[in-house]
């Protein structure tokens, strides 16, 4: 604790400030308490209250506070200075209504342990909000100068400008050079031909100090603003700037605080200028504010009815500024359903002046962590963050600009211009098109079309059931196509649990022939003459009757062409071979090698005992001499290998096979194929050299799920369904931005109205189905879209599917809710798949659930270093080391619901930060 010094009058009047909430919190009996420079005065309701006062200022001051006979006095520490404390007996007023202030030396005391507030403080009034006429406020604001808060605003105006132009629209603007002190806007306005004729100054001036009505003040300036117009397509600009000449900030008697010193007028300023914007009928005004603490800015950057962007860096001063402003800023943060009702606004933070070496540094996600956990907490589900923060990149041209034509040419191709125009795009919305399918009032069942979604999800969310018939064209599936167009596949397709490998296993199958594998991908007819047959050989143990019918005709397929010369093939037979050879303790790699050889030698008809060494030419010369061209493909290697992670055996016999296609590859005019689905730590288990060598060969046909297939596989399975008017075919020649657009008659924009403070839906289910690394499954995206559809029919009226159905076919809350059942059968499936998981999952069940914390240290947990290193495999936990280089362990909120984990006090920030990182600054 910092110890007490009082060297002044002031110190003690700033501890009695801190004690009281700037005097909202008096103790009881005490009327007011007012310090001066020469005595504390204190009202006291009766006599009786004077101890329990004195007992207050002892508690407050400690041996500061002294009692010599009839005199009570505070000592100070400089020289032997004392105040001297009066006991006055008054009467209580009515009013104890204390009101604050948007002063930084008022808001500064109203104390709240450290912690952001999550309700205004009732000695805090918010103010009204803007009537509906009123134009938009958007101020920008920085602790510090030259982190370029000036640039920012002008990169939003043009943004908003240009916004206007696409979409025809003619709009008006007022800028306002609201700083005093270095009034950077007002020199580069200066180059213009038409100069204005009234300033920042006047206006203060006048409207403040003037004996007319605000009215008749607001239309002279009106009219004066009116003069110097700026024109830009249908738009209009007009600039109001600091000063008309330099010399008048010499002299500035009126500021903006002037205008908010009364207690009715304490949100004045704030009015002000929304009036002023509407006697020249703006549609925005845009306000540059002096940096650092000052009075001049705090009236405005305390209006929660403004849009306000708090420009930083990442060096110490900035962040550490930025995060005292944002602290006092949750003072006046209003409810949060004011925000997302659009009356209100929260702060947005932009980061400015980055290098790709400055957002790996550990100060970038500290300063990150900061800026998130000195703002007001958001009441929603985690990935739901208040504050807002943004990116933009240092530019070396953007050092030295002259005039608002230069920033605007230099600004064009920049990060600061891309964001500023996905925030104009959310200010200026594109009118929305109503799509035909979304249900409407008179159809027989407005759910229809949802029914149809849970069917589809249905079939696809398990590749074992062989239900779902048709192939979602991922870029694997696109680069294997390509690159084996003319000659066979011989390749290992490394992924994780759920992520498509059986899938893609069992729609291969169901094609039967190579050539329509690339007519389905590629889109090319031209079947060769020569056909390529696909033999299923290795499957899952898991699979449903219909699947494995689909694989059984497909090798019936083969034994067919072959003239019947093939023999008949028992997959069970085949597993038997499999478990006989694992009881073979001494066989090492080739011993293997040679097992898996043989067998595809007895699968075209050869004796594998008739001779001791085979190889892949032997094999080969068969096929040629039949005519025959075979894929051969491999999956559910993790069910009979169950123990690969341990077991040295099982470890050669992956490793054996993973090797052949490379094996393969030595064969010139190759009749014979390999493709091989494994799940990715199995190769990680088995290949303990040169791994990444393996995964890089092979890294064109990983299944791996980024944002972009995410949303592709939703869009598809929407075109299974027949809804949202998704079609199958556009996926190739779509844009990400179009995508986007076409989703949003699934799921809408935004988790709430398009214009709220919710996330961005996609950005939400992608930033809730992936873990720390940023990986995702396939299954867990068909499984929470069944989830989310399920919720909306069997609860439609509890997920107001009819107020949502106009604009989207699932309701927020309905996506919200999907993620706590899909998360329990994500675990429900690992506990199953890894006996290690389970094991542990076993453990926690002895655990108190106040244990069962997010982060944890290795201390709360007996965690074994193999139980860890699997858990951190799967992405269950996430180590990270904070400032004290302590290992800290989070979790995925894909697993945290399902394992009943709960976030620790002041662990949503780092949480909402680690995924950032994980995912990048355009999803969360």
């Known amino acids: 604790m910092k110890a007490m010094r009082l060297l002044t009058w002031l110190d003690v009047r700033r501890v009695i400030r801190r004690e009281t909430n700037y005097g909202s919190h008096l103790p009881k009996g005490i009327v007011r308490i007012n310090s001066f420079s020469d005595a504390i005065e204190i009202g006291i309701s009766s006599e009786d209250y004077r101890d329990k006062a004195k007992q207050a200022l002892k508690k407050w001051f400690g041996d500061w ?44 005391y109203l104390q709240n342990n450290g912690e952001p507030e999550t309700e205004v403080p009732k000695n805090l009034h918010i103010p009204e ?10 101020a920008f604001y920085s602790f510090k100068g030259g982190v370029g808060r000036t640039l920012h605003l002008a990169a939003h105006l043009f943004a908003l400008l240009e916004r206007a132009r696409e979409l025809n629209q003619a709009k008006t603007f007022l800028v306002v050079d609201a700083d005093l002190e270095a009034p950077g806007l007002t020199y580069w306005n200066r180059s213009e031909k038409q100069q204005p004729t009234v300033s920042f100054i006047n206006f203060l001036e006048a409207y403040h100090a003037s004996s007319l009505e605000p009215e008749p003040v607001l239309s002279f300036l009106a009219k004066e603003l009116r003069k110097s117009p700026k024109r830009d397509g249908k738009s209009t600009i007009y600039f109001l700037p600091a000063c008309l000449d330099d010399s008048e900030l010499l002299d500035t008697p009126i500021l903006p605080e002037h205008l908010v010193r009364t207690i009715d007028g304490a949100w004045e300023f704030g009015n002000a200028l929304s009036q002023l914007g509407q006697a020249v009928d703006a549609d925005y005004v845009l306000i540059d504010l002096r940096s650092g603490l000052s009075e001049i800015s705090s009236p405005i950057i305390f209006d929660p009815r403004i849009q306000r962007f708090i420009v930083t ?22 409810p949060e359903t004011e925000v997302d009702s659009e009356n209100y606004y929260d702060p947005l933070v932009l980061i400015t002046l980055l290098t790709p070496e400055l957002k790996s540094l550990p100060a970038f996600d500290e300063a ?15 990935y739901q963050t208040r504050l807002k923060i943004k990116e933009t990149d240092f530019t070396q041209e953007l050092l030295y600009l002259n005039n608002w034509e230069d920033a605007r040419s230099k600004l064009s191709p920049t990060s600061v211009m891309k964001v500023a125009k996905e925030w104009a795009e959310s200010q200026l919305i594109k009118p929305k098109e109503q799509h035909l399918d979304l249900p409407t009032t008179q159809d027989s069942d407005p759910l229809a079309a949802v029914r149809r979604l849970r069917d589809v999800c249905q079939q696809y969310e398990y590749a074992e059931s062989g239900q779902g018939e048709d192939l979602l064209v991922t870029e694997p599936l696109k680069n294997l196509a390509t690159t084996f167009r003319d000659e066979l596949p011989r390749i290992v397709s490394i992924g994780s649990k759920g992520s498509g490998k059986t899938f893609n296993y069992i729609q291969l199958s169901r094609l039967k022939y190579w050539h329509k594998f690339i007519q389905r991908v590629l889109g090319e007819t031209n079947e060769s003459e020569e056909k390529t047959y696909i033999f299923p050989m290795l499957q899952s143990l898991n699979l449903r009757d219909n699947a494995i019918k689909i694989i059984q005709e497909a090798r019936n397929e083969v034994i067919s062409a072959s003239g019947n010369s093939f023999p008949e093939f028992s997959h069970s037979e085949y597993n038997d071979k499999i478990e006989s050879a694992l009881a073979n303790q001494n066989w090492g790699k080739q011993e293997w090698t040679q ?34 061209r075979v894929i051969f493909l491999f999956d559910g290697l993790e069910d009979i290998f169950a123990d690969t992670s341990s077991n040295p055996i099982q470890q050669a016999a992956i490793e054996s096979l993973i090797r052949l296609p490379a094996r393969l590859s030595e064969i010139r005019k190759n009749n014979l194929g390999l493709i091989i689905f494994i799940r990715r730590d199995f190769v990680r288990y088995a290949i303990t050299q040169n791994l990444s060598q393996l995964e890089n060969l092979y890294g064109s046909y990983d299944l791996y799920w980024d944002a972009d297939s995410f949303m592709n596989l939703v869009f598809w399975v929407c075109s299974q369904a027949k809804v949202i008017d998704a079609d199958e075919s556009e996926l190739d020649s779509m844009t990400r931005e179009h995508l986007i ?15 709220s403070n919710e996330a961005y839906t996609p950005n939400w289910v992608f930033a809730a189905l992936t873990d720390f690394k940023g990986r995702l499954q396939a299954r867990d995206i068909v499984r929470f879209l069944y989830h989310a559809v399920d919720e909306t029919i069997e609860n439609a009226k509890e997920v107001q599917f009819e107020k949502w159905s106009t604009s989207r076919l699932l309701p927020p809350q309905a996506i919200r809710r999907a993620l706590e059942p899909c998360s329990k059968k994500k675990v429900k499936e690992a506990k199953e798949e890894y006996p290690a998981f389970r094991t542990w999952v076993d453990t926690l069940q002895s655990k108190d659930p106040k244990e069962m914390r997010i982060p944890f240290t290795l201390d ?65």
């Open 129 to 138: 909000a803007y009537p509906s006429t009123s134009p938009q406020l958007v």
């Open 368 to 382: 990150l962590s900061s800026f998130q956990a000195a703002y007001v907490q958001s009441q929603g589900d985690i």
């Open 741 to 755: 657009e076409k989703l949003e008659n699934l799921w809408g924009k935004k988790l709430g109205s398009d214009k």
């Open 65 to 108: 506070y002294q009692q010599e006979e009839e005199e009570n006095f505070i000592q100070l520490d400089l020289g032997e200075g004392i105040l001297p404390v009066e006991f006055i007996h008054e009467e209580e007023s009515g009013d104890t209504d204390i009101r604050i202030r948007p002063f930084w030396e008022e808001v500064a």
């Open 860 to 924: 709360n947990f007996d965690i074994e270093p193999s139980t860890l290193s699997m858990l951190e495999e799967i992405g269950v936990v996430y180590e990270d080391r904070a400032r004290d280089d302590t290992p800290r362990y989070y979790m995925p909120e894909i697993f945290r619901a399902g394992l009943d984990f709960t976030l620790d006090k002041g662990a949503r920030p780092r949480v909402v930060v680690l995924k950032r990182k994980a995912l990048g600054s355009g999803i969360i």
């Open 595 to 628: 097992f898996w050889i043989k067998e595809i030698a007895r699968t075209v008809g050869l004796d594998p005992e008739s001779k001791d060494y085979w190889s892949f030419n032997d094999i080969n010369n068969v096929l040629k001499q039949k005519s025959l």
């Open 313 to 334: 860096t990442i060096n110490d001063q900035s962040v550490n500024g930025s995060s005292l402003v944002l602290q006092q800023l949750s003072h006046t943060a209003p």
